[in-house]
């Protein structure tokens, strides 16, 4: 029996030393810069030579450009859509193009533009996309960095300039990294709420509010203020609209700005700092203080005063204040139309929606809590940088409002049956704890910035569908949300702020299952109609005669370049049907994410044995139970996952690496 038990733990090492070597490893011809992931599971890297597509499940090199002085925020999606932009800077001469993700070719290209793609805003009905472009945005870490943003407004489809407008003032600008000797690194306006387009009008959120007309440019209503209140990133709320109204905060107020005059209709004031907004209903539900990350070195700070407010969207009336919360507020989420859930630094909080009477409060025991989710069982899950824990919030409810004990022996009866049974001892409070602490070994700051980035993820990918399905159960709709066709570099820089400030933003980065295509997937005969669950449509390109200016006539020569500037291009070398059977793969993938549902929230940490080494733990959010594993000793401070093929993604040199998510 003895060699029986040693041959098994031999053959666990094997195991365990086998699957720490990358799924696969594309070698590229420089060190890698950068690297994004995209919602087709398309990997865009940058090199100091080149820009790559790489098949973010096979490795496969899909495409490359020979494109010389690309950094990390030279590259931007254009959600919804089958297009990136590439803003390239080569000394006088600057160029923003607009490229075909899936084969590297342009579709059009202004050279009125310098800087980079910092965030947009595009309507495909329209055919209209919104820029806001910062040229020279380079500093050292730890300095305040301003710049003066440009806007460009194009038609989509062409690439035709249709307005632009210079701030008035330079603002300040967040660095894309913390931490020490960084050298020169890149400055974003993460800081800074995305640009909207709604109702024809273009909502920009820098120097304040301000709307104008999204074709003509013509401004429509302003009001300035300061943004980033004592130096904190994203202290105001997105903005969130219903039928009649779009609402925006700042300054201590919520605003409702009629969608179809465009003017200020009500004012709800003295609030406070309001960095979360929702709509359930006539209600406007604003949370008011929080935690934030301070912009000049990243760390996490407290600002008051604390507490969630009703506001009736009719007339602006505050209906009620709840003021019982403590210091490290967390976002707000719903378990149903008429329970809220916060979490502060001491306890979890149910409040009734109605009134804003606390319903009751339990004890959560997690050191600096900073965001409460539900899972799919509806369950609380309350959580730190190093540890989450579970709470039936049916209880907690259920001990408010004195349901019949048959009522709880029904419940707790099915949940058992579906999910096992559960620790439901008075002692523990939770119904599972996880803690999962950062490695010892290692610099601290560096293991700090990992543990930060893994946890995050949940945020970016599974938390964001959770946190929507979440919504649609407490009857928000998803349509009052309004990050689906904005991008902001946030999203591939999302461990650069706070956890708080991620959970309150999640449920709004939903991906849409509407795309409009415009490269080689438009001009492939019987692809649309392969890919079942997506809503893919094609523009109307203008035609000759109405045209207007040289400009788009300039744009549409660009729709079909010359090959040279690509240097491999992997669907234009396959026949008809291996292109479609690649292409439909793509928009399988980009489906996938759509429908994406989240099971698990990482911790960098030492793993058990039979690993016995550093690497990530994936905890799942409904059972608490530690169920993947991903043997990566230290990996770059960039890593990703994708959550559609099980991999994460690291940088080593010149090789951009995909490793695999082990089992329990």
């Known amino acids: 029996m003895k060699g029986l038990a040693l041959l098994l733990c031999l053959l666990c090492f094997f195991a365990a030393s086998h699957q720490a070597q990358p799924a696969w490893e594309a070698r590229l011809d420089g060190?890698?810069?950068?690297?994004?992931?995209?919602?087709?599971?398309?990997?865009?890297?940058?090199?100091?030579?080149?820009?790559?597509?790489?098949?973010?499940?096979?490795?496969?090199?899909?495409?490359?450009?020979?494109?010389?002085?690309?950094?990390?925020?030279?590259?931007?999606?254009?959600?919804?859509?089958?297009?990136?932009?590439?803003?390239?800077?080569?000394?006088?001469?600057?160029?923003l193009e607009a490229v075909d993700i899936l084969t590297g070719k342009s579709i059009w290209q202004s050279e009125k533009v310098k800087g980079d793609v910092l965030q947009l805003a595009v309507e495909p009905e329209a055919d209209l996309i919104a820029t806001v472009l910062v040229k020279d945005a380079r500093g050292k870490a730890g300095e305040k960095l301003k710049r003066k943003p440009v806007v460009h407004v194009f038609q989509l489809s062409t690439g035709e300039e249709l307005w632009k407008k210079d701030f008035d003032n330079e603002i300040e600008m967040m660095p894309s990294r913390f931490g020490e000797n960084l050298g020169e690194i890149s400055f974003t306006l993460d800081n800074y709420r995305a640009p909207l387009i709604l109702d024809g009008r273009l909502f920009l959120f820098y120097e304040g509010a301000t709307s104008y007309d999204a074709r003509t440019g013509k401004e429509k209503n302003r009001e300035k203020f300061k943004v980033n209140e004592d130096g904190l990133a994203l202290t105001e709320a997105d903005p969130v609209f219903d039928d009649k109204y779009i609402y925006t905060s700042g300054r201590g107020k919520v605003r409702a700005v009629n969608r179809k005059s465009g003017e200020v209709e009500w004012e709800a004031k003295d609030l406070g700092v309001t960095p979360e907004m929702a709509i359930v209903g006539n209600v406007l539900y604003v949370r008011t203080g929080g935690q934030f990350t301070r912009i000049e070195d990243g760390e996490t700070v407290e600002k008051g005063s604390f507490g969630v407010s009703a506001i009736d969207t009719k007339n602006?009336?505050?209906?009620?204040?709840?003021?019982?919360?403590?210091?490290?507020?967390?976002?707000?989420?719903?378990?149903?139309?008429?329970?809220?859930?916060?979490?502060?630094?001491?306890?979890?909080?149910?409040?009734?929606?109605?009134?804003?009477k606390r319903l009751n409060k339990i004890e959560h025991d997690i050191e600096r809590a900073q965001f409460v989710l539900i899972n799919e069982r509806g369950d609380a899950v309350v959580g730190g940088r190093d540890e989450i824990a579970g709470f039936r919030v049916s209880s907690l409810r259920s001990q408010a409002s004195n349901q019949s004990t048959f009522q709880n022996i029904k419940f707790n009866a099915q949940h058992e049956k579906q999910f096992g049974s559960l620790d439901l001892r008075p002692e523990t409070k939770a119904l599972w704890r996880v803690k999962h602490t950062a490695p010892s070994r290692g610099i601290l700051r560096t293991v700090a910035g990992i543990a930060l980035r893994a946890t995050a993820l949940y945020f970016r990918y599974g938390g964001l569908a959770t946190s929507a399905l979440n919504l649609t159960r407490g009857g928000l709709s998803l349509a009052q949300t309004v990050n689906s066709f904005r991008w902001s570099g946030?999203?591939?820089?999302?461990?650069?702020?706070?956890?708080?400030?991620?959970?309150?933003n999640s449920a709004k980065n939903y991906i849409s299952r509407?795309?409009?295509?415009?490269?080689?997937?438009?001009?492939?005969?019987?692809?649309?109609?392969?890919?079942?669950?997506?809503?893919?449509?094609?523009?109307?390109?203008?035609?000759?005669?109405?045209?207007?200016?040289?400009?788009?006539?300039?744009?549409?020569?660009?729709?079909?370049?010359?090959?040279?500037?690509?240097q491999e291009n992997l669907l234009e070398r396959l026949d008809p049907?291996?292109?479609?059977?690649?292409?439909?793969?793509?928009?399988?993938?980009?489906?996938?994410?759509?429908?994406?549902?989240?099971?698990?929230?990482?911790?960098?940490?030492?793993?058990?044995?039979?690993?016995?080494?550093?690497?990530?733990?994936?905890?799942?959010?409904?059972?608490?139970?530690?169920?993947?594993?991903?043997?990566?000793?230290?990996?770059?401070?960039?890593?990703?996952?994708?959550?559609?093929?099980?991999?994460?993604?690291?940088?080593?040199?010149?090789?951009?690496?995909?490793?695999?998510?082990?089992?329990?």
Do not use: C
């Not at 490795?59 to 999606?77: D, M, V």
């Not at 946030?490 to 309150?504: E, Q």
């Not at 530690?626 to 890593?639: G, T, Y």
């Open 490 to 504: 946030l999203r591939n820089r999302f461990s650069t702020v706070d956890l708080t400030t991620l959970a309150s």
């Open 31 to 95: 060190r890698v810069a950068f690297y994004q992931t995209t919602d087709f599971g398309i990997v865009l890297t940058g090199t100091e030579n080149s820009l790559y597509a790489v098949d973010g499940q096979t490795g496969e090199r899909i495409w490359r450009k020979a494109t010389r002085g690309l950094n990390e925020t030279s590259i931007t999606p254009i959600p919804s859509t089958d297009l990136i932009l590439i803003s390239t800077d080569e000394g006088k001469k600057s160029r």
């Open 514 to 566: 509407q795309i409009r295509v415009y490269g080689i997937a438009a001009r492939t005969p019987n692809f649309l109609n392969r890919v079942n669950g997506l809503q893919i449509s094609t523009p109307t390109l203008p035609t000759a005669s109405n045209i207007r200016g040289k400009i788009i006539g300039k744009a549409i020569d660009k729709a079909t370049p010359s090959r040279a500037d690509v």
């Open 577 to 664: 049907i291996r292109r479609i059977e690649k292409l439909s793969d793509y928009f399988f993938r980009r489906k996938r994410l759509a429908e994406l549902r989240g099971n698990y929230m990482y911790f960098y940490t030492d793993l058990p044995k039979p690993f016995d080494k550093k690497g990530l733990v994936g905890v799942n959010v409904h059972t608490g139970e530690d169920a993947r594993f991903v043997l990566i000793n230290e990996p770059d401070a960039e890593f990703v996952t994708d959550e559609t093929v099980g991999l994460l993604y690291s940088a080593n040199a010149n090789r951009l690496q995909a490793f695999e998510f082990l089992r329990k």
């Open 316 to 356: 602006g009336k505050t209906l009620w204040r709840y003021k019982g919360a403590d210091k490290g507020l967390t976002n707000f989420v719903f378990s149903d139309t008429n329970t809220i859930l916060i979490a502060d630094k001491d306890d979890l909080i149910l409040i009734d929606a109605r009134n804003g």
